[in-house]
């Protein structure tokens, strides 16, 4: 190909934009809301169990295929399958790239929803109350104007490329998170009831630990948010040096997802208690109430309920939420991108432009059509799409790839005992295991 793939230019810079990519609402909107109604401290244990034995060998999955071939995810999984049915393995490159518009489509109107409420406090500070009630209200217009925004934002750093855009964005961005995230939770846990929420989080009752809903919710939570399933990752182990010690990369990944994800926990479930401390209701026999609309609902009313000071907390906390569901976006849009590309010749420009004009026309139609379409789309790429995809990486790198599969020539060889140890359990143990959560999650 007569193109010069651009390609990341420091390993922080990667790492940064891979976390970026792993860590979004799934960690600090999701894992919360697991966790507090999986047991807390019980959710929390199995959680970082399964994270080593399931989710990192996926994220090392997806990214090998990536990383060795040095091709989209469309062409990866070709070459990568080529000795068995290439077509086959476009096709699955293709499913992944649909799943990747899907993800957008939802993604980028409960993004556009952070960013509006992200901008209430401010209009509230400058007295504009009027606006920031309407900021703050569901409603047909805001996500009319705030789901296109917010695809053009991903949009605009697309074009800027992988080092220009995506790295020195993630590089900025990634920082930043972690520091707001940091001050939000020294916060949080001075106020009156923190001490609650945070007993509940941190201190596993080992009792519950045995019970298969905690199991199967916190195998399905850890797969899941590590991004895994539609290329992004893969589209950025491509963009890494051949050769790279990938094994050191993935584990720095996988530890700062759930670094971010463990703090996510320590300010959201502590935050709840705050909040019942100040008479709001928010469990209802043990269950969340709203569950996934608990950031929408109960926070904004404790931010309330904290007076002026309040106004910057809401301020900061959604700006955190924006910066989270916008380092997740860039990697998604990265996907059909490098696809048109590297395999259809067309500009950077016009491939993100098509992309982007795809993904607005796809969630507009689910604003259009929101109470039949959003959630049976949610469910469909998280419950179905995610898991197969990830289910097909370790059948790939364990069982389909013959040629250029360095991990699977080393194991043969048995030069190694670690790569052999490593290479047999992605090929027989990932699989069941993987099996054993799409099973459970699908049918029950």
Known sequence: MATVRDSFHTRIGFILAAAGSAIGLGNIWGFPTQAANNGGGAFLFIYLIVTLLLALPALYSEMYIGNQTQKNPVGALEEACASKSARMGKFAGLFGLMGAILMLSFYSIVAGWMLSHALAPLSELVGLTGVATWLETSSLGRNIIFTPIFIVLTALIIFQGIHAGIERWSSRLMPALFIMLIGLIIYILQQPGASEGLKMYLVPDF???TDPKLIISAMGQA???LSIGVGGMMVYGSYLKKGDNLGKLVASITALDT???????LLIIPA???????GLKVFDNGVLIGEGQL????LPNLFDAMGDVGIIVGLVFFSLMSMAALTSTLSSTEVPVSYLVEDKNMSRNKATFGVSIVVLIASMTLVAFFDTLFGMII???NTFQLPIMGLFYFIVVGWLWSRGNRLRDEAKRGDNLWITLWANYIRFVCPILLSIVFINVAFN
Do not use: E, K, M, R
């Open 207 to 209: 009792n519950q630990i």
């Open 223 to 225: 797969f899941f948010s």
């Open 259 to 265: 670094l971010i994800a463990f703090l996510a926990g």
């Open 272 to 278: 709840l208690f705050v909040a019942q401390h100040n």
């Open 295 to 298: 950031i929408f609902n109960i």
């Open 379 to 381: 469910t469909w790429v």
